[in-house]
C-alpha cells in the first residue's frame, strides 16, 4: 500500500495539526477520537455531521478473555470535529463479516443493518451507521472517509476518470474510482472487491459521494488523508484559475450595492413563506462565492440539476429554490417571483415524491425549500433552529464549491458512459451540465427517503414547546425580563434579549447562552420611547434569525422623588414609557408582522395598580390602567393574526430596578416596617416582599418567575385562543378583584 511520508507532505491549504506529544498519551480509541476531531475541524475536509472515521483494534473479549479485532467506527448521527470516545460504535470485526454470508443482495441490504446489533461489542449502546460495512470490509487499520469538496467535485465529474488518472501521475497517488452506489453494505462489498483488485491503491474515490483514505497508524491514516485532499485542492484549484470569470458560463447579474439592506427587508417575509408547514429559523450569505454562482449563467442550471453528494442534500434538500428574478428589479417584484418560485417548487417536489415513493416509503415531508438561492443578493438558508439554517447553509456552499470544481475541470465533450453510472443507475439516468454530474432523482429520493434516515430523524429528541419560536424580549436585562428570557430558552425559543442597559442584556444573553446555546441567543440595545431604535432592535433580530414570533415587553418606570411630589416631567415621562411606548413598540412589530404573514403573539406588563386606586402612586397607576385597555385595543385591532395579551403582576420586589435601596428604604420606613441600616440590598428587598405577601390571600411574594410562568403561558401554543386577557399575577389580592 502507497502511503505519505512525513518528508513527502508538502500543504498549500491545509494544516498538519497532528502533536505527537499528546497523540503519545493516548490509548487506541482516543487516538481515533483525536483524529477525527482533527479531520472535523475544517470544513474543507468534511462537513458537519459528515464524514465517517473508523480503527480495526485489539480488544480483550469479556467473556473469553481472548484477544479480539473490534471495529471502532462513528456512531449514526455523529460529528466528527465534536466527537467524545462514547460516540464511537464499536463491532465484532468477525461478526460483521460473517454478515457477508447471510447477506442476500442489493435489495435487501437494509436487513443487514438490523444485524449491526448482533455484531456489538461490550453492549455498545451506540448505533452503528450506515458506513459501517464501507470501513469493516476494507483491509486497513484506520480509515477515513470524508466529503472535502475537491474530492466532491472530481468525483462528479462527467471526466472524473480521466481527471483522477491525471492527478495520481502529477502526484504520485493510485487512487482507484467506484461508481455511484448509495452507502450501505452493497457499497461495503463493492469496495472490498475493488481493494482485491487494486492491492497498490491508495485510496478510493465514490462516484458522486466522497473520498476514501487509510493507514497502518493513526498518523499515517491522517497524514495520507489530509495531504491527498490538499492536493485536490491544488489541482482543482489550478482548473478554476484558468477559467477566471468564465466559471459557471460567466456572469449574468450584478450583485446589489445594498444587497444586505434589501435582503434584511426581504427576510420575514420569506421565513412567513416558506414556513406553510412549520417554522423555521434563517441565515443569510452573500459569500464571494455564493454571489459568483447566483449571478452567473450557469447558476440557475446547476441548482435545478441539483446536488451530488448524499450528506449535501439530506439538509439541503434535492435542489434549492433559484428565484428567477433580476436584481434591477424592486421588492415587490422579487416578492411576487418569490411566491411564483415557490408555487412551481411545491408542485415539483409533490411529483418528485409522488414519482418514487413506494407503499413503505415514509409520508411526504416539508414541501418548502431549505435554500433559496437569489441573484443579487446571496443565499437564504432554512432549519429547525438557528444552528440548523447555518449548517444547512454551509452544505450548500460546498455543493457550490463542488459544481464550481467540476465545472472547471470541463474539457471536450463528456463521455459517452459516465463513470459514476454503475449497478445502481445507468448513464441515461443522470443529468450533466458543464461537466457537473447530478445525483438522478430516484437515487436522491432513496437517500432523503430511505427508512434508515427516517430512524435516524426519530431518534432525534423531540422539539420544545417554543422550538422554531423566536422572542423579542423588552426589558431582558434584569428582573421579570430575565427570568422570562431563560425560560423562553429552557422551552426551546431562540431569543433576543433587548434592554436600555446594553450591558444588562449582554450579561443576561450569556446566562441564557448557557441554556440554549450560544447561537440561538443575541442581544440587542433599545429605548422603546424611540421608534428608530425599536426599528434597529426588530431588524437585529431579523438578522440574527429571520423575523419574530414573540413580543414581550417587561420595561416600565415608578416616578419617585425624596418629597413623594410628582413633577409633571416625570408624569409625563412616566406614561411615555409605560403606554406610549408599548404602542410604539407594537406598531413597528406590526409591519413586520404582517410582511411575515404568521400566526404570532404580543404579551405586555401591566399591574395590579391598574384596578387598585391608592395615594402616592397615581401617575404609575394611572399608566398601568391605560396599559391594560391598550391590550385590549391592540387585541381588536391587530387580530387575527396577533394574540395580544398582558399579565397584571403585584409588587415585584425582587430583581426589579424599580425598586433601588432608597425606594425600599422610604416603603419600609412608610410601613413602619423595622430594619437594619446595615442589611444588604437583598435582605431589604425580601423584607419589603414578605410585608406585600401578607396582603394577600396566598401570603407568597410574588417572584419574578411567576410572571415569566404567566407571560410565556400567554405567547405560547396552549393559549392559542386566547387574546385580549390580562393574566393577575398577584398572590390573590382581593383589592384587585375585578367587578
Known amino acids: ?354 414519482t418514487h415513493a413506494e407503499p413503505d416509503s415514509p409520508a411526504m415531508r416539508d414541501d418548502n425549500p431549505s435554500i433559496v438561492v437569489i441573484p443579487g443578493l446571496g443565499m437564504f438558508s432554512f432549519g429547525k433552529s438557528k444552528t440548523e439554517s447555518r449548517i444547512t447553509g454551509e452544505f450548500y456552499t460546498n455543493a457550490i464549491h463542488v459544481m464550481e470544481g467540476a465545472s472547471a475541470m470541463a474539457e471536450g465533450v463528456a463521455p459517452k458512459e459516465l463513470p459514476q453510472a454503475g449497478p445502481a443507475a445507468p448513464t441515461s439516468a443522470f443529468k450533466v451540465h458543464t461537466n457537473y454530474v447530478a445525483l438522478p432523482a430516484l437515487e436522491a429520493f432513496r437517500i432523503e427517503y430511505w427508512k434508515l434516515e427516517e430512524a435516524k430523524i426519530r431518534r432525534q429528541p423531540a422539539e420544545k414547546q417554543l422550538s422554531r419560536q423566536i422572542a423579542v424580549i423588552i426589558g431582558g436585562g434584569s428582573g421579570i425580563g430575565r427570568e422570562v428570557a431563560l425560560l423562553a430558552a429552557e422551552r426551546g425559543a431562540h431569543v433576543v434579549v433587548a434592554d436600555r442597559d446594553l450591558t444588562g442584556a449582554e450579561a443576561v444573553a450569556a446566562e441564557t447562552k448557557a441554556v440554549a446555546g450560544k447561537e440561538h441567543v443575541t442581544s440587542v440595545s433599545v429605548d422603546i420611547r424611540s421608534r428608530e431604535t425599536i426599528r434597529e432592535a426588530i431588524a437585529k433580530a431579523v438578522q440574527a434569525f429571520g423575523g419574530v414570533d414573540i413580543l414581550i415587553n417587561t420595561a416600565a418606570i415608578f416616578p419617585a422623588s425624596p418629597d413623594g411630589i410628582i413633577t409633571d416631567a416625570q408624569w409625563a415621562l412616566t406614561l411615555e414609557v409605560n403606554v406610549t411606548a408599548n404602542y410604539l413598540l407594537a406598531d413597528e412589530a406590526t409591519k413586520l408582522f404582517r410582511d411575515q404573514g404568521l400566526p404570532v403573539s404580543v404579551v405586555l406588563t401591566s399591574s395590579a395598580n391598574a384596578v387598585v386606586p391608592k395615594r402616592g402612586s397615581e401617575a404609575y397607576d394611572v399608566s398601568k390602567a391605560a396599559l391594560s385597555h391598550l391590550v385590549r385595543e391592540l387585541a381588536v385591532g391587530l387580530a387575527p393574526l396577533v394574540r395580544v395579551n398582558g399579565i397584571s403582576p403585584a409588587t415585584v420586589v425582587k430583581g426589579s430596578t424599580m425598586f433601588p435601596r432608597d425606594r425600599v428604604v422610604a416603603s419600609l420606613t412608610k410601613y413602619s416596617i423595622p430594619f437594619e441600616s446595615t442589611a444588604s440590598d437583598d435582605e431589604l428587598r425580601n423584607q419589603l416582599a414578605g410585608y406585600y405577601a401578607k396582603r394577600t390571600l396566598t401570603h407568597q411574594p410574588i417572584d419574578p418567575k411567576d410572571c415569566a410562568e404567566a407571560i410565556l403561558f400567554l405567547a405560547g401554543p396552549a393559549a392559542r385562543c386566547t387574546t385580549g386577557h390580562l393574566i393577575p399575577v398577584d398572590g390573590g389580592l382581593t383589592e384587585a378583584f375585578l367587578r
Open 1 to 354: 500500500m502507497a502511503s505519505v511520508t512525513e518528508t513527502q507532505t508538502t500543504l498549500h491549504y491545509l494544516k498538519d495539526l497532528w502533536d505527537d506529544a499528546l497523540a503519545a498519551t493516548l490509548d487506541q480509541a482516543e487516538l481515533l477520537r483525536y483524529r477525527s476531531n482533527l479531520l472535523g475541524s475544517d470544513l474543507r475536509i468534511t462537513n458537519f455531521a459528515g464524514g465517517n472515521t473508523s480503527s480495526k483494534i485489539l480488544e480483550i473479549d469479556p467473556l473469553t478473555g481472548e484477544k479480539r479485532e473490534v471495529l471502532w467506527v462513528k456512531g449514526s448521527g455523529g460529528d466528527l470535529g465534536s466527537m467524545k470516545r462514547g460516540g464511537l460504535a464499536t463491532l465484532y470485526l468477525e461478526k460483521l463479516h460473517a454478515l457477508e454470508q447471510l447477506y442476500r443482495g442489493v435489495d435487501f441490504e437494509d436487513e443487514m443493518v438490523d444485524m449491526y446489533p448482533l455484531c456489538t461489542f461490550k453492549n455498545n449502546p451506540v448505533a452503528a451507521s450506515i458506513d459501517t460495512p464501507l470501513h469493516g470490509f476494507l483491509p486497513f487499520p484506520h480509515v477515513d472517509h470524508l466529503h472535502p469538496d475537491w474530492g466532491i467535485a472530481l468525483a462528479a465529474s462527467a471526466n472524473g476518470l480521466e481527471k483522477m488518472a491525471e492527478f495520481n501521475q502529477r502526484y504520485g497517488h493510485h487512487l482507484v474510482w467506484v461508481p455511484w452506489q448509495r452507502p450501505g453494505f452493497e457499497l461495503g462489498i463493492m469496495m472490498k472487491r475493488t481493494i482485491e483488485a487494486n492491492p497498490a491503491c491508495d485510496g478510493i474515490v465514490l462516484g458522486g459521494h466522497g473520498l476514501f483514505t487509510w493507514g497502518n497508524t493513526h498518523r499515517e491514516s491522517y497524514l495520507n488523508t489530509i495531504t491527498i485532499i490538499d492536493q485536490l485542492g491544488q489541482f482543482v484549484n489550478e482548473h478554476i484559475a484558468r477559467r477566471g470569470d468564465a466559471i459557471f458560463g460567466g456572469v449574468r447579474y450584478q450583485s446589489r450595492e445594498d444587497r444586505t439592506k434589501l435582503a434584511m427587508e426581504l427576510f420575514p417575509y420569506l421565513r412567513g413563506q416558506v414556513s406553510s408547514n412549520r417554522r423555521v429559523i434563517g441565515s443569510y450569505s452573500d459569500l464571494p462565492e455564493v454571489l459568483r454562482f447566483a449571478n452567473s449563467k450557469d447558476g440557475e442550471a446547476l441548482a435545478y440539476l441539483g446536488t451530488s453528494c448524499p450528506d449535501h442534500f439530506i439538509r439541503t434538500k434535492i435542489r434549492p429554490l433559484y428565484v428567477k428574478w433580476d436584481p434591477s428589479g424592486d421588492l415587490a417584484g422579487l416578492k411576487s417571483a418569490i411566491a411564483d418560485g415557490l408555487k412551481t417548487y411545491r408542485k415539483e417536489y409533490a411529483e418528485y415524491y409522488k
